[in-house]
């Protein structure tokens, strides 16, 4: 297993824009969660999906939304893009809920410049 | 509100000599609390978390709730632990997570 995978790995979008981020998650496991992280600060919590429904929600404008498939992919989706949008976005897979009994694993993350 | 804070962006120490992360939160509940680390080129990954523990790599951290501290600890720092260190919090589903010290183990 390649771990949990992300795509696309560097992507520049204008202000205004709209983009959409995908993860895959090592296979059986069925919670993603998503992260944003700008340059010198941790990561902080954007979503979590389980079994496709969402499970939790960071602190976040509406502009930021995101879906899990029945195949336990996601994407998250940016609308109206702002300079301070620009980050590393990071996926995490757990097997269950994210939490203390499940380990979460990282994924490599997309770079997103908003120019 | 859930707060981590790490106090040193970078801490530097030489090989063998003893190394602690500093990590203070603000939880009003039972927090479960985590370190993550991220090596070079490495994707963050979980080093322990304090319901196990457990000694990983050589690093400990207790959990101190008067002081509401979760310090890493090793007594023996080796260059291989040159590293950013994550200290992270859950509540519910959330995690929250410090701004990260950088640490140099320096030969």
């Known amino acids: 297993d390649a771990g949990v995978t992300q795509s696309p790995t560097h992507l520049i979008k204008t202000r205004g824009q709209h983009v959409t981020l995908r993860c895959s998650p090592i296979?059986?496991?069925?919670?993603v969660s998503w992260y944003q992280q700008v340059l010198g600060q941790g990561p902080q919590f954007i979503f979590q999906?389980?079994?496709?429904?969402?499970?939790g929600r960071g602190n976040f404008p509406d502009r930021f939304s995101a879906r899990q498939f029945p195949n336990y992919s996601s994407e998250l989706n940016v609308n109206a893009l702002l300079l301070g949008d620009s980050a590393l976005y990071l996926c995490a897979s757990s097997l269950g809920r994210t939490g203390m009994t499940y380990e979460q694993y990282f994924g490599p993350g997309t770079r997103l410049t908003v120019t | 509100a859930q707060r981590v804070t790490q106090p040193e962006k970078l801490l530097s120490v030489f090989k063998g000599a003893p190394v602690e992360l500093k990590c203070n939160y603000s939880?009003?509940?039972?927090?479960?609390l985590f370190w993550y680390v991220q090596y070079s080129r490495q994707r963050l990954q979980l080093l322990l978390r304090?319901?196990s523990r457990e000694s990983i790599k050589g690093f400990t951290a207790d959990l101190n709730k008067g002081e509401t501290s979760f310090h890493l600890k090793k007594p023996f720092a080796q260059e291989e632990d040159s590293a950013m260190y994550y200290c992270a919090l859950i509540r519910g589903n959330q995690f929250y997570f410090g701004t990260g010290t950088s640490l140099t183990v320096i030969p």
């Open positions: 939880y009003s509940g039972s927090p479960e």
């Open positions: 296979s059986g496991h069925k919670s």
């Open positions: 304090h319901i």
């Open positions: 999906y389980y079994e496709k429904e969402e499970r």
